[in-house]
């Protein structure tokens, strides 16, 4: 089923393994300079759990959030393999980028001659690492398609996967992936046109057997965590996060303020690079119109199972998007297999079209430093400032001291490797209107005050709370007298609108007020 359509001879293997070693260092070189650039919340989030887990604490006992644990995991064994520091988180998500960057190559080839196969691989290696999807950082999805990718390749096409086991090594890969974000479990979709297909063939049993098989492979790591939950003791508040409060947190967003968003975001990932995305689209035309059914089916389903994938949660963050750039990818491959270029042009337009991608993203950036690429893709959130109080949390606290940070920036956590007094590393959820909203900020004021935390800081910035007006604000008026009453002010860190951000400490913190309206305060529990 590969394709042998046009008149060109392929490469060899030798040649294409050459071609996928020189995409990866591109991709390498892409995300180098984002590897100083500050941390943002999800990832200070995944290496907080991440270092907690190190420690040997357990998520959803020890620090909360919805997400399902493989996430944490991953960085648990990112940091344990590089080491607790910024630059491992980045590496690690470089590192699962790189995976799927091979495994879509791998999965290319089920239709798709070597060199149209590498056209995807590059395409997925730029547009994976760009802003516009937020792809420089270690988010979730990279691990999705990580595991996803080869999940697919090894069952495609279904009527080849005669191996029982080799399914269930497949649903055990994408139990994986959903493991790692629900999204992934969406690519299953993939396979549904193969799975109806087979059952109208004479190899019904065969099949029924394989299709066990990669069930059971799915549901293979959900038991596994489960259980291992379960025997920590820490079941109860799993479910609790992940499925009674994640299903509100699903049906937050308005359907109508989800148009605006996907519509934001994907106009935003377009505008990044137009002519690939261009060539996709037609790419996908000519999938539709002129492919033959056997081969046009999977790729259908593919490209339904990444537009599930990303339309599940109904929020549409840029780093949503990350999960339908692999079908992206197959579109511009298919436009590179159809087309009868000479090899010089072949190789032209393929620079030109990925390359200028890749040199937009780069003269965007260009001469920017770390805390100037963070402005610039996150604006006014206090993550360049959390470099700088986690450190100087770390040099005025003892390992076994605790610190409250009250706001979503658990980034500040993992600078200043000391425990957080309180579970809620993020107060999104307090704010959010659910039947839990008070009695979490109730739950993360006794905690807190039992915990007696060493420091205490007071994010003052909007989009670390995404406040609404008929928000529950009792931990915010409760914040500002515990302060008041138990701390003495030992920092205040200002973010102006324009400029570089002060830094105020010790006993000057005292004397000065804010003068902008984003602002970190730092606290010191008095003797």
């Known amino acids: 089923m590969r394709a042998q ?35 943002e919340r999800d990832e ?40 607790e520091n910024p630059v491992a988180v980045r590496a690690g998500a470089t590192i699962a980028a790189l995976v799927a960057v091979y495994w879509l190559y791998r999965l290319a080839r089920r239709w798709y001659s070597r060199r149209a196969s590498l056209a995807a691989s590059a395409t997925l ?32 096409p279904w009527e080849r996967a005669t191996s029982v086991l080799r399914a269930c090594v497949a649903g055990i890969l994408l139990g994986i992936s959903a493991a790692m974000k629900p999204s992934g479990a969406a690519f299953a979709l993939a396979l549904v046109g193969a799975w109806w297909r087979a059952v109208s063939t004479p190899r019904l049993p065969a099949h029924l057997g394989r299709l066990a098989g990669f069930v059971l492979g799915c549901a293979l790591p959900s038991f596994v965590v489960g259980a291992g939950f ?10 609790f996060w992940t499925i009674t409060y994640a299903r509100h947190y699903a049906t937050d967003i308005p359907f109508a303020q989800g148009l605006v968003l996907a519509g934001t975001s994907l106009g935003r990932a377009i505008v990044s690079a137009p002519l690939v995305w261009l060539a996709a689209t037609g790419g996908w035309l000519w999938i539709v119109r002129h492919d033959r059914a056997d081969r046009r089916s999977p790729l259908l389903w593919f490209l339904a199972s990444s537009v599930v994938a990303v339309v599940l949660g109904w929020r549409f963050s840029e780093h949503y998007f990350l999960l339908l750039l692999p079908a992206v990818a197959l579109g511009v491959a298919k436009l590179a297999d159809t087309v009868q ?83 809620f590393v993020y107060t999104y959820p307090l704010m959010e209107l659910h039947p839990f909203a008070r009695a979490m900020q109730q739950q993360m004021q006794r905690e807190i005050e039992s915990a007696r935390p060493r420091f205490l800081v007071l994010v003052h910035v909007p989009t670390s709370w995404s406040r609404r007006s008929e928000s529950v604000v009792d931990i915010l008026e409760w914040s500002a007298r515990y302060a008041n009453t138990h701390y003495r002010p030992v920092g205040l860190v200002e973010i102006p609108e324009v400029g570089e951000s002060r830094y105020t400490w010790n006993e000057a913190a005292l004397f000065r007020y804010p003068e902008t309206d984003c602002f970190l305060s730092v606290f010191e529990r008095k003797e």
């Open 230 to 239: 379960w025997w920590a003791g820490a079941a109860e508040k799993m479910w």
């Open 341 to 423: 270029w000479s090899w010089k042009w072949f190789w032209l337009v393929l620079v030109l079209l990925i390359g200028s991608a890749a040199l937009f993203e780069q003269w965007r950036l260009y001469g920017r430093s770390p805390t100037e690429v963070a402005r610039l893709v996150y604006g006014r959130n206090p993550f360049p400032e959390a470099v700088e109080i986690g450190r100087y949390l770390l040099e005025h606290s003892k390992p076994e001291d605790r610190v409250a940070v009250i706001g979503s920036e658990p980034e500040i956590y993992f600078y200043a490797r000391r425990r957080a007094a309180t579970g």
């Open 44 to 83: 200070g989030e995944y290496a907080y759990f991440g270092q907690l887990i190190l420690q040997g604490g357990i998520p959803y006992r020890d620090a909360y959030n919805m997400k399902p644990p493989g996430v944490y995991f991953a960085h648990a064994a990112v940091l344990w393999f590089l080491g």
């Open 5 to 39: 359509n046009n008149s060109l001879r392929d490469l060899s293997r030798r040649q294409a393994a050459a071609v996928l070693l020189a995409i990866a260092g591109a991709a390498v070189a892409l995300r180098a300079r984002f590897l100083s650039v500050p941390l």
């Open 125 to 156: 290696a730029v547009l994976s690492a760009s802003t516009s999807v937020l792809g420089f950082a270690s988010k979730a999805e990279h691990f999705v398609l990580a595991f996803a990718l080869p999940a697919l390749w090894l069952v495609q």
